[in-house]
């Protein structure tokens, strides 16, 4: 069967949406299916073999303004992204309110195509009033709409279900976490991560604190400075790029680590003390569940901690106030302890090894799709 993805970005741009659409687009090739993935080709164009990217020009004039991304295809992309959908056998749209799911879905109920709708995301308490408003009314208007049209939607958080349960669905919603490669994301012995963190350099009396993601406001990088400032006994690696700079913090026990391959990651989740996710409108991160599998505590707001209810358990839900960043610091600074992580966190990777997976999960989405009317 020839599947086509579309999600607003490739997972070269950094975001979690972004890498799981590509990694479920090479699950479902190595099912055998014609796996294609069409998005904004604002950044470099995945290299990988086994899925045809289509890159499609665009421009995203909002992010920098919002944070929000919302990348504009062209008339020839346009064109470009018709002519895919058409190609296609059944269509998997990530996300109902960018430009590119949109379009993707007008084409497919042109063209009479199968078409599923994975759902990360819904509301963000973003600190501007006319911010929350707008994308409120953009949720009403545009999210709510398309979740009742979609043949079949999938949510990736239960919390972010729960925000649209009172929508009329053309069948039940599923819910299906994200996958994690347990060969790659794993913890390692205390012996071996004794040695790991003495050849990174990292001071063994210190805690050593994580945060990867987008430099965007919902990701909370107020609060994790001032959390840096609140515990200075403490080192801080941020890991990512966004339209943030947080560059000028003049901190000394912050790092500013850049973008990091999926290996090295993995790599920095095995050594640290805590990830720390102060952000809010969250599905449920992958660099949760990768922390997870890791076995690395996880120290992260409400929305993120009970995504998934059976693995709250696991995590240090924080409740996170976007107007309130000290606030919201003190809370996470007490939380956190003084002392470095003596092992990992074992229980917590075994969950994750059980339950996420990307093979399992493309499988569940070919039968989805193979249910699915036109």
Known sequence: MRILT???FFETHGGGLEIVAGTLARALARRGHDSRHAAAALGPVPGTPDVTFVPLAARDPLEALTGLPMPLPDGA???RLANEVRSADAVIIHDALYATSQLARIYAERAGKRWILIQHIGGIRYRSAVMRAALGLANRLVTRPTLAAAPQVVFISDTVRAQFGDVAFARPPEL????????QFHPLSPEDRVAARQRLGLDPSRPQLLFVGRFVEKKGLAALRELARLRPDCNLMIVGSGPIDAGNWNLP?????GRKSHAELAALYRVMDALV???VGEGYPLVVQEAMASGLPVYCGLDSAFADPEAAAFHHGIAVDPGDAAGTARQFAA???AEPLPSADASAAAYARR????????????ALLDASPT
């Open 335 to 337: 939380a956190i302890p």
């Open 6 to 8: 579309v999600s607003s």
């Open 277 to 279: 996710l102060p952000s």
């Open 176 to 183: 299906m976490f994200n996958g994690v490669d347990s060969n």
């Open 77 to 79: 992309a346009r064109k």
């Open 355 to 366: 339950c996420y997976d990307w093979d399992a999960n493309a499988a569940r989405i070919e």
């Open 253 to 257: 026990n912050v790092q500013l680590a």
